[in-house]
């Protein structure tokens, strides 16, 4: 038995494959094409570890998918890969549409393939068994007001964003395979993620760095928007959850509870910031927030209703936000080598030494 897993060198493919070899020995095959949010250092712990396979390469790649499947003979796909950074896609969406509309196309044809050839007889059903994950987000159900409910799996699809548009056409992709072809698929939406390993350009990971480097800690707008967060190894563990107990053609969106306005977040971070390193100044951090031109066309809430997957499933986030947040400063704090490396985009120079031809 095998997973294989796309962008699992990104933020959150990365902490997945961490856990996973952490809560199970069954291999794991990480197909990473180490764009500028690949980074082969998040995966450093378990380099020499045999359970875990490193391809670096392109889910668009149809000879290179087809030769992957065919080799690992993989029981589960689990779709991480995508471009995934809103701002990226506001400035150069033709990435967006590339990766995460056409890539997913890809690696649908060659799953249909290849989970058309495995036998029903094989290996106790290996075609009934078979999973395709497809991760996805919150944000393709577009924007709440403040009173809105939150999003539930039967919210209508809204995306306003080229990312969250890119990622709402690949979630429809995935669906459709599932009512043409059988293809057994689940799908999860999740809200913000925050934790380590996460690229210093999205909110919180760029507060941490910006304010221990003196710069502007940037707020678009009024920085009351709201986003709704959770802990990345919570994500994972969900993940996992529906990959064990999903329903096949079901979605289930992921989320902790946690909404919270951008404004709030920074502070807090600047707060734990001033506990844990203070300014050598011993003025406090808040006094670097700075207010700039707001997103075009900014999503003002996102908040996930999360009670499917707690009552159907049984899943439940181990971190408060409270918890998740402090680790989370703690672990940028610990790791500055780690920022640096990818502040200066030398981490790809580190990978090319660490790993030599494994790369
Ligand atoms: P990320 O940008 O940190 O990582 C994406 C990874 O995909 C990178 O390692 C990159 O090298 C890889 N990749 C990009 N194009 C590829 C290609 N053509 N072939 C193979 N690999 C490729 O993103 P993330 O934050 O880890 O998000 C992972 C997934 O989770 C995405 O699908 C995203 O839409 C979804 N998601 C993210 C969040 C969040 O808060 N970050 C929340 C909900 C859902
Ligand atoms: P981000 O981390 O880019 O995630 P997403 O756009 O997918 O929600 O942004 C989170 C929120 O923080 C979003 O409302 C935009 C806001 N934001 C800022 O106010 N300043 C910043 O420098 C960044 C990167 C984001």
Redesign the pocket.
Same mark, same amino acid.
């Given at each position: 038995m095998t997973i294989l897993v796309? *962008?699992? +060198?990104?933020?959150?493919? @990365?902490n997945f494959a961490l856990e996973w070899v952490a809560h199970s020995d069954e291999p794991i095959v990480n =197909?990473? %094409? =180490?764009?500028? +949010?690949? !980074?082969l250092q998040n995966l450093a712990s378990i380099a020499d570890n045999p359970q875990h396979v490193f391809v670096q *390469?392109?889910? *668009?790649?149809t000879a290179l998918v087809n030769h992957l499947l065919a080799t690992h003979q993989p029981r589960a796909i689990l779709?991480?890969? +995508?471009? @995934?950074?809103v701002d990226r896609s506001i400035s150069g969406p033709g990435d967006f549409i #590339?990766? !995460?509309i056409v890539?997913t196309f890809n690696l649908l044809e060659c799953t249909r393939a290849y989970w058309g050839g495995l036998k029903a007889d094989t290996g106790g059903d290996a075609k009934a068994a078979f999973r395709f994950l497809h991760?996805?987000?919150?944000?393709v159900y577009g924007s709440l007001s403040k009173t809105d409910p939150a999003f539930t799996e039967n919210n209508k699809y809204e995306p306003n964003s080229p990312?969250s548009a890119s990622?709402a056409a690949s979630d429809h992709l995935v669906r459709a395979y599932h009512h043409t072809y059988g293809l057994p698929v689940l799908t999860?939406?999740? @809200? $913000? $993620?925050?934790g380590p390993f996460?690229?210093p350009e %999205?909110l919180i990971p760029l507060m941490i760095v910006n304010a221990q480097a003196g710069k502007p800690l940037p707020v678009y707008g009024d920085g009351q928007q709201i986003r709704d967060w959770l802990y990345?190894k919570d #994500?994972c563990s969900a993940i996992r959850r529906v990959l064990e107990a999903g329903t096949v053609g079901e979605v289930y969106n992921?989320g902790g509870w946690n909404e919270k306005p951008n404004l709030d977040i920074v502070h807090t971070v600047c707060a734990l910031l001033d506990e844990l390193k203070p300014r050598t100044d011993g003025k406090p951090y808040h006094e670097q927030i700075t207010y700039v031109t707001d997103r075009p066309g900014h999503d003002r809430r996102y908040a996930i209703d999360a009670r499917k997957i707690e009552s159907q499933l049984g899943w439940k986030p181990a971190e408060t936000f409270e918890s998740g947040i402090r680790k989370t400063v703690q672990w940028y704090l610990d790791n500055p080598d780690w920022v640096a490396n990818v502040q200066s985009g030398s981490y790809k120079d580190w990978v090319a030494q660490q790993y030599g031809a494994k790369a």
């Open positions: 796309t *962008g699992g +060198a990104g933020f959150i493919g @990365s =197909l990473d %094409k =180490l764009t500028y +949010a690949g !980074n *390469g392109d889910f *668009g790649d779709n991480f890969a +995508a471009e @995934s950074h #590339h990766t !995460n890539g991760v996805s987000t919150d944000e990312y990622k999860t939406n999740c @809200s $913000n $993620n925050y996460h690229f %999205k990345v #994500h992921v």
